[in-house]
C-alpha cells in the first residue's frame, strides 16, 4: 500500500519560513520523482516544486527563489523549504508521486 504522509505547515507570518516533509512508504522511492503541489480556495492545484529521481529541480516563476524542494532517498523523504513567504502563498500543500497523494496540509501566510 502505497502512502505519503505529510509533517509541518501552520500559520506563519509573512516574510516567515517553513519546512514540509512527506514520509513516503510502498513505493521503490528511488525511481519516483516527486512533486509538491498546492491549491488555494476557489483555484486550481499548482505545482511548486519538481525533483526527479536524478535530483534534477523545477519550480514556476511564482516560487523560484524562494522554495527549495530536496529528496533523501535513504530515508524516502521529500522535503519543501519555503522562504519569505507571502500572503498568496496560503493554500493546502500536497506532496505527490505521478500516480499517488499525500493527504495535505494548509499552510496560511498572514500577520
Known amino acids: 500500500q502505497v502512502k505519503l504522509v505529510q509533517y509541518g505547515g501552520g500559520l506563519v507570518q509573512p516574510g516567515g519560513s517553513l519546512r514540509l516533509s512527506c514520509a513516503a512508504s510502498?513505493?521503490?522511492?528511488?525511481?519516483?520523482?516527486m512533486l509538491w503541489y498546492r491549491q488555494a480556495p476557489g483555484n486550481q492545484r499548482e505545482l511548486v516544486a519538481f525533483?526527479?529521481?536524478?535530483?534534477?529541480?523545477r519550480y514556476p516563476d511564482s516560487v523560484k527563489g524562494r522554495f527549495t524542494i530536496s529528496r533523501d532517498n535513504a530515508r524516502s523523504t521529500v522535503d519543501l523549504q519555503m522562504e519569505s513567504l507571502k500572503p498568496e502563498d496560503t493554500a493546502v500543500y500536497y506532496c505527490a508521486t505521478r500516480t499517488h497523494w499525500g493527504q495535505g496540509t494548509q499552510v496560511t501566510v498572514a500577520s
Open positions: 510502498g513505493i521503490v522511492f528511488t525511481v519516483n520523482d
Open positions: 525533483i526527479s529521481r536524478y535530483g534534477n529541480t
